[in-house]
Every structure is written in C-alpha cells, then in structure tokens.
C-alpha cells in the first residue's frame, strides 16, 4: 500500500485521504488514535477531549509560540470511528478489521485548498510515528518544526499535484 497521501476534493470540499494496513487489531489502534497519553507519541498537537458527539476538544502544542486551537467531536462510534473538527479543519479516523490487523483510513478535510502540501507532509511523518508507536518502538512525536525530511515530503506531495501555498513553520 502507498504510505503516500492522496489530494482530492469531497464533496466539494479538498482534503487529503492516507490508508494503512496495520498489522495491530482494531481495539489497539482505537487506543492509539483516541487516548490523549497514546496521542502524545504520534499526534502533533496534545488533545483533551471529551469523548462523544458534541464534546469538546482542546489542541495544546508542545512549541508554545503555536496557538491553543479547539475543536468538537462530530463522530464517535467505538472502535471505528472518530471525527471532530480542529479550529475550521476537520478530520475523520476510520478502522475496520482486516486479517489479524486493521485498515486505516485517514481523511483531513482542509480549511484551504493551500494547505495540501503542508499538512500532507506533517500527517505522513505523524503516521509513521503512529506505526512506530503500535510497534513498541520510542515514537518521540512528530515536531512542529520545518525538518529535512518535512521539506522533502513537501516537494514529493508538490510533484504528486498537492496544492501549495501555506506558510511553513520555521
């Protein structure tokens, strides 16, 4: 499967749509995507929630020049779906079995079709923490800092026709 992210528009709307095979069961990863303690080894930004539709949610990054950002629990239907907003973001975590592991499907629905090519590469890299996370190896969490890896990623999603546009973190 293609660690690779997809651009598209859904229903009118651009967004960018990951898939992973996991080789975890639904209920691990459920934890994983869900558990503010589990979060802080992939997930860019700390998230307190409350966990049911309506509930609300609260996104503290670690850089404190970054801005507290609140979101809402749209969808939460244990173990295989969650979706909340992020600020005018919204995101949706799908999971179902396959095998001894999962699927997952990632989809960000973007405020900005500008911000493509950004956010691709940050949720690549936050997706690799999160595999390493599931395999028992030290997930340190994804920064917010622009690296070298980040603006190599930038450029693949550029070339693969990520809309660009956005500021980049420093």
Do not use: N
């Not at 499967?1 to 960018?16: K, V, W």
């Not at 999962?102 to 999160?130: I, K, M, N, P, Y």
């Not at 190599?152 to 026709?161: S, V």
């Amino acid at each position: 499967m293609d660690p690779y992210g997809t651009y598209e528009e859904i229903d009118g709307r651009p967004a960018l749509r990951f898939e992973r095979r996991l080789t975890h069961p639904v209920e691990r990863v459920w934890r994983a995507v869900t558990d503010p303690g589990e979060l802080s080894h992939w997930f860019p930004a700390r998230m307190d929630a409350d966990l049911h539709p309506g509930g609300h949610i609260t996104f503290t990054f670690p850089d404190a020049d970054m801005p507290l950002t609140e979101g809402e629990v749209k969808e939460f239907d244990p173990p295989s779906l969650f979706e909340f907003t992020w600020g005018d973001d919204r995101l949706r975590i799908e999971l179902e079995p396959a095998g001894q592991g999962c699927l997952l499907r990632f989809t960000h629905f973007l405020a900005e079709r500008d911000q493509a090519a950004r956010d691709a590469s940050g949720w690549h890299v936050c997706l690799a923490e999160l595999d390493k996370h599931l395999a028992g190896e030290h997930a340190t969490g994804p920064g917010t800092e622009m690296t070298d890896e980040l603006r190599e990623l930038y450029a693949e999603y550029e070339q693969r026709g990520a809309p660009t546009g956005a500021p980049m973190p420093s």
